[in-house]
């Protein structure tokens, strides 16, 4: 190199450039270094580009390496760009969006040596050989891949080997495998660091893979928000900035295979090439099972049932609607009416009553009031069952103190304990997970009412199979564990009503709760032992 060569350095650590500078130096290279440290400037700079290299930090504030390397293909697609960054991520980070090199900071003897190869190589790409050196790789990978197709049986076995494989063939953050149903495109699996939308099915006319599958040839798209082909709000929640889909069968294709990338990626024809070579042996798989022919009919007849038991539960739904209005008004009603007459009794003609007399009426007005209680619990246990879940972070901990705090309050008179664990943070609904709170916390405190020394507790610990169970304990008068199986059944209870009061629908309340979460519970006790119940919720910390 007989002239001082022209670099831009992006770069907001004036130290970091001091050092690149000083390191050329020793290495040989004689440079003019135009030192940028927002992206702004960078942009400026390339609008008239005069560079023979351009070397860049991961990133600087508001812009990072993975745009300022986009930019640059754009405005200078010829000019060696060089990440020098400090992280491991980020050197692979360079490697996915095919930068001509990475030299990490604490390696910067590195630099002058790389820079001096990539621009006096006569007649030799580096990018190039990179390139088809992950190809070779990536072909052995799939013949790989071939041989565990040939062994499948079913689609799902097939669909998670692809899913797997696309993702690894090329160094993918997610990858989905769609099937064609009639005019919809179902997503049926995928594997990426972030959810997609497996389960879901939108129009062929909506969607990327639908584009793919009707036009019979692969997307490759490297900022999905500059292609009028992606639905933009279906993208804005995940992760996804890039992405390639391939039909699966081109002649007349059967479903799709996606990639997708968090960072803006430019596929290179390699990447596409393999891609769609796992489609073609995918198409040949999914042949080789006998599923082909039964595909579109199994998935209308799975549709069909679908739209039948979803019509069921809407059935159902009304009728216990029209059941719930019957019990909180029609049945309520004469209930009110026996209570306010039996009080009526009592006030005016208590006295010719007698002892007996009165007697009966205060036990008529007793069940009238447990049957008040009973409605409102059946009610609430209905209306848990049929109300939306509106899932946010719950900090557990302090929805128990609420509820310990005002169990205390109610009963001043005992001195019982009630301790309750930090930081027990859940994914789920605030209001049902309260009231499978109060119910447990509620129980305990109330089954622990004849010890001088009750003690009700609230945490957490991991279970035999390594999940967060949370669970309250207390040293109250317990139950048989014979019976432990009818303590979530409605109306079920252990325990006489004139020792414990209550209705039986609590348990059956919380079980419903904690699985509409997608969680479990349980229950653990002995006879005058005390109790435990145990329950886990997806999302826990």
Not at 74 to 90: G, H
Not at 365 to 391: F, Q
Not at 433 to 440: G, S
Not at 466 to 489: C, E, I, M, Q, W
Request: charged content about 25%; proline content about 4%.
């Amino acid at each position: 190199m007989n002239t001082k060569l022209r670099i831009l350095h992006l770069e907001d650590n004036v130290e970091d450039v001091e050092l690149v500078r000083s390191s050329l130096a020793r290495g040989g290279v004689e440079c003019l270094i135009q030192a940028v440290s927002s992206g702004t400037d960078y942009l400026a700079a390339l609008r008239d580009p005069q560079f023979d290299v351009i070397l860049s930090d991961s990133g600087v504030p508001g812009f990072d390496g993975g745009a300022a390397l986009l930019a640059a293909r754009d405005r200078c697609p010829k000019v060696p760009f060089i990440m020098v960054s400090a992280q491991a991520r980020e050197a692979r980070l360079s490697q996915r969006t095919q930068a001509s090199a990475h030299v990490a900071k604490t390696e910067l003897e590195q630099l002058a040596p790389v820079i001096k190869q990539i621009l006096e190589a006569p007649g030799q790409d580096v990018i190039d050989d990179l390139r088809r050196g992950s190809y070779v790789l990536g072909m052995r990978r799939l013949v790989s891949v071939v041989q565990q197709l040939s062994l499948a049986r079913n689609i799902q076995t097939v669909m998670d080997i692809v899913r797997h494989a696309a993702r690894e063939l090329v160094d993918a953050d997610g990858a989905t495998f769609v099937l064609r149903d009639g005019d919809r495109c179902f997503y049926a699996e995928e594997d990426a660091i972030g959810p997609l939308w497996k389960g879901q099915r939108f129009p062929m006319s909506a969607c990327i893979s639908g584009w793919t599958m009707l036009n019979r040839q692969p997307a490759a798209i490297e900022d999905i928000y500059r292609d009028a082909r992606i639905p933009h709000d279906a993208y804005r929640p995940t992760f996804v900035k890039s992405l390639v889909m391939t039909p699966i069968r081109s002649a007349a294709p059967i479903g799709a295979i996606g990639v997708y990338w968090a960072e803006p990626h430019r596929a290179t024809h390699e990447q596409i090439d393999l891609l769609q070579a796992l489609a073609d042996s995918t198409s040949v798989a999914i042949e080789s099972v006998d599923l082909l022919a039964n595909l579109e009919k199994r998935v209308a007849e799975r549709t069909a049932e679908l739209q039948r038991r979803s019509g069921e539960l809407e059935v159902l739904n009304k009728e216990l609607e029209a059941f719930s209005y019957s019990v909180a008004h029609d049945l309520r009603s004469p209930l009110i009416t026996i209570d306010g007459f039996s009080q009526v009794l009592l006030e005016n003609w208590g006295d010719q009553l007698g002892d007996t007399g009165r007697d009966h009426m205060e036990r008529i007005s007793a069940a009238v009031r447990r049957m008040h209680r009973l409605i409102n619990d059946l009610l609430e246990l209905s209306k848990i069952v049929r109300t939306p879940l509106h899932e946010t972070r719950v900090d557990l901990s302090t929805v128990a103190r609420d509820v310990a705090q005002t169990l205390q309050e109610n009963s001043p008179e005992r001195t019982g304990q009630i301790a309750i664990a930090d930081g027990i943070m859940v994914d789920g609904d605030p209001g049902l997970l309260r009231i499978a709170l109060e119910n447990l916390l509620g129980n305990a405190w109330k089954f622990t009412s004849k010890r001088t020394d009750a003690c009700v507790e609230f945490g957490s610990r991991l279970d035999r199979a390594g999940r967060t169970a949370f669970y309250v304990r207390d040293n109250g008068a317990g139950f048989d564990p014979r019976y432990a199986a009818k303590l979530f059944s409605p109306f079920q209870r252990l325990h006489a009503q004139s020792q414990f009061p209550g209705t039986g629908v609590g348990l059956a309340t919380v079980q419903r709760i904690i699985h509409r979460h997608g969680g479990e519970i349980w229950a653990e006790g002995a006879v005058d032992k005390g109790a435990c119940f145990f329950f886990t919720l997806p999302g826990a910390r």
